[in-house]
Nanobody, 124 residues
Framework: EVQLQASGGGLVQAGGSLRLSCTASGFSLDDDSIGWFRQAPGKERERVSCISSADGRIYYADSVKGRFTISRDNAKNTVYLQMNSLKPEDTAVYYC?????????????????WGQGTLVTVSS
């Protein structure tokens, strides 16, 4: 059974940093890409970043480019999202997902399997 466990959310002041983790079980990161999405209150879910399984291609949404860094540790079967220079508009529930398309210039807006969300709150 494919499972994703997201963690690392919390409350941080604007300009601060957080690192989210997404640990996978039931499949290997060697075999599938992982993506991060977020959904703010009253807003639609948006794509944030992804890293492909095949060759490590990475995508970032324009809104996070230069501030967020995605990485993976295959030995731990875990993907990380390092978030720096956080802004109040980054406040959202962040979800990791797999079974998606991850390319250099884009990522799919849908995914086959989702983890539970982790809440990130950035205060001004």
């Amino acid at each position: 059974e494919v499972q994703l466990q997201a963690s690392g959310g919390g409350l941080v002041q604007a300009g601060g940093s957080l690192r989210l983790s997404c640990t996978a079980s039931g499949f290997s990161l060697d075999d599938d890409s992982i993506g991060w999405f977020r959904q703010a209150p009253g807003k639609e879910r948006e794509r944030v970043s992804c890293i492909s399984s095949a060759d490590g291609r990475i995508y970032y949404a324009d809104s996070v480019k230069g501030r967020f860094t995605i990485s993976r540790d295959n030995a731990k079967n875990t993907v990380y999202l390092q978030m720096n220079s956080l802004k109040p508009e980054d406040t959202a529930v962040y979800y990791c997902a797999t079974d998606l398309v991850c390319l250099l210039g884009t990522m799919s807006s849908v995914a086959g399997s989702w983890g539970q969300g982790t809440l990130v709150t950035v205060s001004s």
